[in-house]
């Protein structure tokens, strides 16, 4: 049995050093439910840390410690952290007002670089959160088809409304129990309209759309698997997807959440050469702000323009996450494709260094993904879908997070590694160097 060497002393190492996070983490459960403001939080070793900065690629944490950061607050920060001239963009618009429940410049200033960028996108509308945006465009494609459900896959994450959160990580267990149906995450919520297939299994989208065709009104994907595995596409099958809901009459739907202004400046979309109907994005949009989009082709969005599908919120286009986006946006279509793809490179360095440096060691790693978001297991091969993700060890995974974490390098518990624009080459050595002492 394989196991990650001096797992119990790493664990004393961090703790002896986070004494500050752990008081504040006491305190915060006294008043704020489980002490964190998103329950996923809730699994970091040994306790959830607090944080006081962050710069570039690194943060850093209450007691002093800095680390470099490859869980880029969960994606967004494509950027790196506290990017200047975003920063500075927020500050100039929180000194004009922050928020005004009316139109402003900013609005359109956004809205048009967007429409310039996504290559489905011929009108956008803003939300707050990805949760919110994704509802929108099911409810838009309920509304052009008449049709009451839609299609997802095992694994995908889509937010957590009732209707989406259904077998996003259902345990061997529940696979069987639930033989097909859609699986509940947590209590209390309401059985939903969704049909589950598996990713990269055009078998199974048949199946489901024999079967319920005619009430299906959309499929919704990650166009790349991030949130579990971080899988892509396999070849064709994105394509497969776009002909099954033009010969059924549903639409077709990326959330692009995570993939988007990442895998490309136009996304996955653009990535991989398949234009979809609607597009959701957050995350990266915002430049670290609360901001998220819907973009889609202009006959579908006209119901949203002209009010019979209701689109509403009160922060709706904000001003400050739409400072923050123009100065994000604006940065990042400045890469062009050169940056994008010297970033993909940076990052498939990493990728090879972490494979070649846990397997020298005995450890049997493999990484799956694609360019700037990918995942390391500890398993054999790289999964082609969610329930392939299951063979992998997730207490070495585990155990070598919190190895790193003892050496200055943070990382999320699932396994997914994001890289940004901020680190440099100096800083994938530094990590391969860490990976190396944490399994020595
Ligand atoms: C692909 C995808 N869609 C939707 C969401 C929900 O976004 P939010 O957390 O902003 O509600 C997420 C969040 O991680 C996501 O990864």
Same mark, same amino acid.
């Given at each position: 049995?394989?196991?990650?060497?001096?797992?119990?002393?790493?664990?004393?190492?961090?703790?002896?050093?986070?004494?500050?996070?752990?008081?504040?983490?006491?305190?915060?459960?006294?008043?704020?439910?489980?002490?964190?403001?998103?329950?996923?939080?809730?699994?970091?070793?040994?306790?959830?840390?607090?944080?006081?900065?962050?710069?570039?690629?690194?943060?850093?944490?209450?007691?002093?410690?800095?680390?470099?950061?490859?869980?880029?607050?969960?994606?967004?920060?494509?950027?790196?952290?506290?990017?200047?001239?975003?920063?500075?963009?927020?500050?100039?618009?929180?000194?004009?007002?922050?928020?005004?429940?009316?139109?402003?410049?900013?609005?359109?200033?956004?809205?048009?670089?967007?429409?310039?960028?996504?290559?489905?996108?011929?009108?956008?509308?803003?939300?707050?959160?990805?949760?919110?945006?994704?509802?929108?465009?099911?409810?838009?494609?309920?509304?052009?088809?008449?049709?009451?459900?839609?299609?997802?896959?095992?694994?995908?994450?889509?937010?957590?409304?009732?209707?989406?959160?259904?077998?996003?990580?259902?345990?061997?267990?529940?696979?069987?129990?639930?033989?097909?149906?859609?699986?509940?995450?947590?209590?209390?919520? /309401?059985? *939903?309209?969704?049909?589950?297939? $598996?990713?990269?299994?055009?078998? =199974? #989208?048949?199946? %489901?759309?024999?079967?319920? &065709?005619?009430?299906?009104?959309?499929?919704?994907?990650?166009?790349?698997?991030?949130?579990?595995?971080?899988?892509?596409?396999?070849?064709?099958?994105?394509?497969?997807?776009?002909?099954?809901?033009?010969?059924?009459?549903?639409?077709?739907?990326?959330?692009?959440?995570?993939?988007?202004?990442?895998?490309?400046?136009?996304?996955?979309?653009?990535?991989?050469?398949?234009?979809?109907?609607?597009?959701?994005?957050?995350?990266?949009?915002?430049?670290?702000?609360?901001?998220?989009? /819907?973009? *889609?082709?202009?006959?579908?969005? $006209?119901?949203?323009?002209?009010? =019979? #599908?209701?689109? %509403?919120?009160?922060?709706? &286009?904000?001003?400050?996450?739409?400072?923050?986006?123009?100065?994000?946006?604006?940065?990042?279509?400045?890469?062009?494709?050169?940056?994008?793809?010297?970033?993909?490179?940076?990052?498939?360095?990493?990728?090879?260094?972490?494979?070649?440096?846990?397997?020298?060691?005995?450890?049997?790693?493999?990484?799956?993904?694609?360019?700037?978001?990918?995942?390391?297991?500890?398993?054999?091969?790289?999964?082609?879908?969610?329930?392939?993700?299951?063979?992998?060890?997730?207490?070495?995974?585990?155990?070598?997070?919190?190895?790193?974490?003892?050496?200055?390098?943070?990382?999320?518990?699932?396994?997914?590694?994001?890289?940004?624009?901020?680190?440099?080459?100096?800083?994938?050595?530094?990590?391969?160097?860490?990976?190396?002492?944490?399994?020595?």
């Amino acid at each position: 049995m394989q196991s990650i060497p001096g797992a119990a002393e790493r664990e004393r190492s961090v703790r002896g050093k986070t004494r500050g996070s752990l008081d504040r983490f006491e305190r915060s459960n006294r008043s704020l439910a489980g002490g964190v403001s998103t329950g996923l939080r809730r699994s970091a070793r040994p306790y959830p840390l607090f944080f006081s900065r962050g710069e570039g690629p690194r943060m850093v944490d209450v007691d002093g410690n800095a680390y470099l950061d490859f869980a880029l607050a969960w994606g967004p920060l494509i950027l790196g952290h506290n990017p200047p001239e975003v920063s500075e963009a927020i500050r100039r618009q929180a000194a004009l007002g922050t928020t005004f429940g009316a139109q402003h410049e900013l609005e359109y200033e956004v809205a048009e670089r967007l429409v310039a960028a996504v290559p489905c996108a011929d009108l956008v509308c803003y939300a707050n959160s990805g949760t919110e945006i994704v509802q929108g465009a099911l409810r838009l494609a309920r509304a052009v088809t008449g049709r009451p459900r839609y299609l997802k896959f095992e694994g995908h994450y889509h937010g957590w409304d009732d209707s989406v959160l259904v077998s996003y990580h259902p345990r061997a267990d529940e696979i069987a129990r639930f033989d097909g149906e859609p699986v509940p995450v947590g209590e209390g919520q /309401l059985p *939903g309209p969704a049909v589950v297939a $598996e990713w990269n299994d055009c078998a =199974s #989208v048949a199946r %489901a759309f024999k079967a319920h &065709g005619r009430e299906i009104s959309a499929i919704v994907c990650e166009p790349l698997l991030a949130n579990s595995g971080s899988i892509p596409p396999e070849p064709g099958f994105l394509e497969f997807l776009r002909r099954v809901t033009r010969e059924s009459g549903a639409l077709l739907i990326f959330d692009e959440v995570i993939t988007g202004f990442r895998l490309a400046y136009g996304g996955a979309q653009e990535r991989y050469g398949v234009l979809p109907d609607l597009a959701t994005f957050a995350k990266a949009v915002g430049g670290g702000t609360p901001l998220s989009v /819907l973009g *889609g082709r202009r006959e579908y969005m $006209e119901k949203i323009a002209g009010g =019979s #599908v209701v689109h %509403a919120g009160t922060l709706n &286009g904000n001003p400050i996450s739409l400072a923050a986006a123009k100065a994000a946006l604006d940065l990042l279509a400045a890469k062009g494709t050169e940056g994008y793809a010297a970033l993909r490179c940076r990052a498939e360095r990493l990728r090879e260094g972490l494979e070649s440096t846990l397997g020298a060691r005995g450890f049997s790693v493999s990484t799956c993904g694609d360019g700037p978001v990918f995942s390391l297991a500890f398993a054999a091969r790289p999964p082609r879908n969610y329930r392939e993700t299951l063979c992998a060890s997730q207490q070495l995974y585990s155990d070598f997070a919190l190895a790193m974490l003892d050496e200055g390098v943070l990382l999320l518990p699932d396994g997914r590694w994001y890289v940004s624009f901020a680190h440099r080459d100096a800083d994938i050595d530094e990590t391969l160097a860490a990976a190396a002492r944490a399994v020595a």
